[in-house]
């Protein structure tokens, strides 16, 4: 039988791509979603990044996605 | 009630006195419930070593002392930041008799986690439910009974501000202190810990049987996102917006950029012209290359600025994330990975940062698909030559124009991936991505204009910056003769260095309606940056031109006979032709540079020789067939 997590888990590597799809997908509470969402980005499972459509103030610097980059 | 408040000792030192936590997520109301059962304000003590506060009180209630702790917020048993820490140590320590868990009723989920990791501490604990009150406005009801049955903990429902429940949870608080002291605790009888897929079931069966939702009627909120977020109504209202930015943009522009224009080539240019009459070649430099490149390209800065308000008005009403769920949905019907978005996002502002935000996916064959497909997004760059074009050849319909553009890029985008992923680079593409909705609200003035001023100072940056640079360099590869008798800066263009490689490549863009060395000087120093096609255009005019002098707004005039010329007669094809070549061919070489770090020297160059491919191609394509049409 499939836990909370696993309905979470499936929604989203088919591409549901908001919290609300998913809590209408797998018919779950909206806070239990929102719990599992947290604990998939706490284990590293999801990571978590800003959408920006440019670079931010501070260059680089402020980039979330500049993990890694060359100095 | 309080007898002392302690704000420096370590509050376990006082080894006599029994001592109780109040625990929960950080905002659930634990200051104020210390408050409330302490009788005092909330007072901070620095915990020894740290810098973190910890709030103690020694009080008396109902005969029986205790040291109440009020310890920072913490989201779960794994600390991630060193307040948790503190808190995490805390709870380990022996000295800690009793756990008040405070658990938000409007957030039950989550603090529920924390309780069920609490729990396996193997403390006396106590929950005290706040925020019934929020909840109850939401349509959020707990049975206390049922949530105590199912934690097997006693649950008293708080409201610290209104003082409802206090009394109560005192009483359990010293009846459960009192008990401590006739039971002999086995603290190492502790319960197996629960990994994080069954404590999450627990808590799910715990909200299922102690938790009723009355409010299912989706909120306003809610009905605008399903419009704006649906594959249909979403992909149009994305368009249309698209449609009005560019329009407007291009609308309102037009009369700050003449009144820019007049003043460069009116007020600026014939001081400095008298200057430097007696000296013909600094003259050149500074008239006919610096002022007049970058001249005209300052004009754009109206444009650019009413674009990046526009945008970070989108961008602040939380518009733009429901944008990036209709975009995903693109994405990943052409097969695309969902987290492919976040550098193509970067990538409609510059490529070079986008090349690296490929980062964000983890497979390589991934980053390096994406990485290949960023130098199709139409950087910001780019647009500054999409409106001075379409300005010039399609006056009133500018906006739709760069609104196409915008169109073909996305396409390029997406069936350049296709073609990668189905042919060079075989694989699944499964990287999804889940974008969290911002609520909707007024955009703040601060915001988007210290965001669009941010946007519009880095435009001026790569004006003053490189594209100076530039135009510079192209004035001294004018001046160079390479055939007849001349000398440096005085040589006549078509016997320079500059002119024979703009005439030198000439005739490959026959085909494409727009083969003028005008435009294919251009478009070869439009591989340093993209901006700087437009101040070469103003510099080959200029310097073309018998008087080596021009106007700025003469600009527009000479352009346009010569793509009428080089067109015979088909100019809108050719201008067509020409904006999908500079839409598809290779940005700039800071972007083969990044890409050159990211994936290697072989797959930079291969991705030049495919932009350069696919860009030629498509113009003839569009210029051949455009003739018959237009």
């Given at each position: 039988m499939s836990t909370p997590r696993d309905l979470v888990l499936a929604a989203y590597v088919s591409g549901t791509s908001t919290r609300r799809k998913i809590v209408e997908v797998t018919l779950l509470d909206p806070d239990i979603v929102d719990l599992i969402i947290d604990t998939m980005i706490h284990s590293g499972e999801m990571n978590r990044y800003v959408l920006q459509k440019d670079c931010e103030f501070g260059g680089c610097r402020g980039c979330p996605l500049s993990e890694g980059c060359a100095p | 009630m309080c007898s002392s408040c302690d704000q420096?000792?370590?509050?376990?030192?006082?080894?006599?006195t029994p001592l109780v936590a109040l625990v929960g997520r950080p905002n659930v109301g634990k200051s104020t419930l210390f408050s409330r059962i302490s009788g005092i304000h909330r007072k901070m003590g620095n915990w020894p070593a740290t810098t973190v506060e910890v709030g103690s009180a020694d009080i008396v209630v109902n005969g029986e002392e205790f040291r109440i702790l009020d310890i920072p917020g913490i989201s779960s048993l794994s600390p991630a930041s060193p307040d948790e820490k503190l808190t995490h140590d805390i709870l380990m320590e022996d000295d800690l008799d009793l756990i008040v868990a405070i658990v938000d009723a409007s957030n039950i989920a989550r603090c529920l986690f924390l309780v069920s990791q609490l729990k396996e501490l193997n403390k006396p604990m106590v929950v005290a439910l706040t925020m019934t009150d929020i909840a109850r406005r939401r349509g959020i009801y707990v049975d206390i009974e049922a949530l105590s049955r199912g934690l097997d903990i006693k649950v008293v429902a708080v409201l610290p501000r209104s003082k409802n429940g206090t009394a109560e949870l005192e009483k359990i608080l010293t009846q459960t202190l009192a008990q401590l002291k006739t039971d002999e605790r086995d603290l190492k009888e502790s319960t197996p810990p629960l990994g994080d897929d069954q404590r999450i079931s627990f808590v799910s069966d715990l909200i299922t049987s102690s938790v009723t939702r009355t409010s299912t009627r989706p909120t306003l909120s809610d009905r605008v996102d399903r419009f704006l977020t649906a594959p249909i109504s979403g992909a149009l209202t994305l368009l249309g917006v698209l449609w009005i930015v560019f329009q407007s943009t291009t609308t309102l522009a037009s009369p700050f950029q003449n009144w820019i224009s007049s003043i460069i080539s009116g007020v600026i240019t014939p001081p400095i012209e008298d200057v430097l009459i007696s000296t013909p070649w600094l003259k050149g430099l500074i008239v006919d290359g610096v002022i007049s490149g970058v001249g005209t390209l300052l004009t754009f800065l109206p444009v650019m600025s009413i674009m990046f308000l526009l945008l970070s008005l989108l961008e602040d009403s939380g518009y733009m994330a429901r944008a990036a769920v209709v975009s995903d949905r693109l994405m990943r019907f052409a097969g695309l990975p969902g987290k492919a978005l976040l550098p193509l996002i970067v990538g409609f502002g510059c490529n070079v940062p986008a090349v690296s935000a490929t980062?964000?996916?983890?497979d390589a064959r991934h980053r390096l698909i994406v990485g290949l497909s960023v130098p199709f997004t139409a950087c910001s760059a780019r647009l500054a030559v999409y409106i001075f074009v379409a300005g010039i050849f399609f006056g009133g319909n500018a906006g739709t124009v760069v609104f196409g553009m915008y169109i073909v890029s996305i396409t390029l985008v997406i069936l350049f991936a296709l073609f990668l992923r189905l042919t060079l680079i075989k694989g699944a593409m499964r990287e999804p991505l889940l974008i969290e909705l911002p609520p909707y609200r007024l955009p703040t003035t601060t915001f988007v204009f210290a965001d669009a001023w941010l946007r519009v100072r880095g435009f001026l940056k790569e004006v003053g910056g490189i594209v100076v640079i530039t135009v510079v360099a192209i004035w001294f590869l004018m001046a160079v003769p390479i055939s007849g008798n001349h000398q440096f800066a005085n040589t006549p263009v078509n016997e320079s260095a500059y002119g024979a490689i703009a005439k030198g490549i000439t005739p490959i863009f026959a085909p494409t309606g727009f083969a003028d060395w005008h435009t294919a000087g251009a478009l070869v120093t439009?591989?340093?940056?993209?901006?700087?096609v437009i101040s070469s255009w103003a510099q080959n005019y200029s310097v073309d031109s018998p008087n080596r002098q021009l106007i700025i707004s003469d600009l527009g005039k000479k352009l346009k006979l010569d793509f009428e010329r080089s067109s015979s007669g088909h100019s809108s094809a050719a201008v067509i032709a020409f904006l999908i070549f500079l839409t598809s061919y290779t940005p700039c070489v800071a972007t083969i540079a990044a890409q050159r770090r990211e994936f290697g020297l072989k797959w930079a160059l291969t991705g030049v020789a495919f932009q350069l491919a696919i860009a030629w191609l498509l113009a003839v394509a569009v210029f051949q067939i455009g003739r018959l049409l237009i």
């Open positions: - | 420096n000792k370590h509050p376990t030192t006082a080894l006599k980062r964000a996916l983890s439009g591989f340093v940056a993209k901006e700087v």
